[in-house]
């Protein structure tokens, strides 16, 4: 669907900017600050299109994985 592909942009931009896309988009969440997303690739604007339970469930999937 659009919203994984436009999630698996933003990923690959915050990785491209350097920073590591779980805790960018942990930090937006909890914050709701955008400044946690890079501009890099239009990410920042994009972010704000996807609904927060896609993110949620991005940052869920990824932190159930780590605690295997």
């Known amino acids: ?8 942009q933003i990923v690959d931009s915050i990785s491209e900017a350097g ?6 988009i942990l930090g937006y969440l ?4 955008d400044a946690y ?5 239009n990410a920042r604007n994009t ?3 996807i609904d927060r339970s ?6 869920n999937n990824i ?3 780590s605690q295997k």
């Open 1 to 8: 669907n659009n919203c994984s592909k436009e999630l698996s």
């Open 47 to 49: 972010i704000k299109l």
């Open 54 to 59: 896609v993110l949620e469930e991005y940052v």
């Open 37 to 41: 997303i890079t501009r890099t690739g």
């Open 19 to 24: 920073y590591d896309p779980y805790m960018q």
């Open 30 to 33: 909890r914050t709701n600050d």
């Open 63 to 65: 932190f159930s994985s």
